[in-house]
């Protein structure tokens, strides 16, 4: 998988060297790619930014450095393989960070961690000029996407979310994939509490069904356990599930 990440603050993303992610890149599993926005803006001072069309407070982002951008991205994308029937390769996925956007989840990372090349495109201030929006649907698959019903400062915090979320999926990251099948929202359910050595720390102690061996009584306790965080702490989701339960049992 290739990512292309463009910001005015591009080195934000360096923390993706770190950790699994790192790993991945220097595997070559996926191809991380940081470009500055500022240089496809050629005013004296670089500027990527110009006050709101209609008034009113902030800045908004300018289309023409971000077309640039995403046009030089284009460019520099690899020539995919040809193909048997000659079919047009998949555009490359534009995510867009903004609260406007569609819910990010996890049934989202899974999607798009099958995508060959994925864009993200951060905006800060006030967001960027709609008509950039309107002329990436020619050139890409655009997804304006959201992590919460929050704002932040600007998209690139979001981004990092998103990447990460995503490319743990990518086969190789994850050194036992057997741990992606029983995390929070895999199955739309929270996860079960987990605990580790010693039995007794301070005084509390490890629920003795899982130290009694028995896999069959363990799977059904954590199984519980993830209804009732769930039920608790999440009941959206609970709701959710109950009634993907009720359509599967018709």
């Given amino acids: 998988m290739r990512i292309d990440l463009i910001s005015i603050f591009p080195e934000f993303f360096d923390v993706l060297d770190l950790s699994l992610i790192g790993k991945a890149q220097r595997e070559d599993l996926v191809q991380i790619h940081r470009h500055q926005l500022r240089d496809f803006s050629f005013d004296k001072h670089r500027s990527v ?4 069309t209609g008034g009113g407070a902030g800045m908004v982002m300018k289309p023409e450095p971000w077309a ?7 460019t520099e994308r690899p020539t995919p393989a040809a193909v048997e029937d000659q079919t047009a390769p998949p555009r490359p996925v534009l995510i867009v ?12 990372a899974e999607q798009l961690a099958d995508a ?17 929006l309107d002329w990436a649907q020619e050139h890409f698959e655009l997804r304006p996407m959201s992590i919460g019903d929050y704002v932040l400062n600007g998209g690139e915090s979001a981004v990092v979310v998103m990447v990460e979320a995503i490319t743990r999926l990518i086969p190789g990251v994850i050194g036992n994939p057997e741990s992606l099948a029983e995390e929070s929202h895999a199955d739309g359910l929270l996860e079960y509490p987990v605990y580790t050595k010693p039995a007794r720390w301070r005084g509390i102690d490890v629920p003795e069904i899982l ?25 959206d989701l609970w709701a959710r599930h109950v009634v993907a339960q009720e359509r599967n049992l018709t």
């Fill in 211 to 235: 130290l009694s061996g028995d896999h069959a009584k363990i799977r059904d306790w954590r199984s519980a356990q993830q209804d009732l965080r769930t039920r608790k702490i999440r009941p």
């Fill in 97 to 108: 960070p903004t609260p406007a956007g569609e819910l990010f989840t996890q049934r989202t």
């Fill in 68 to 74: 640039l951008a995403l046009e030089h991205v284009l």
């Fill in 49 to 52: 930014d110009d006050t709101p």
């Fill in 116 to 132: 060959e090349h994925l864009v993200f495109a951060p905006a800060r201030f006030e967001g960027i000029d709609h008509r950039l």
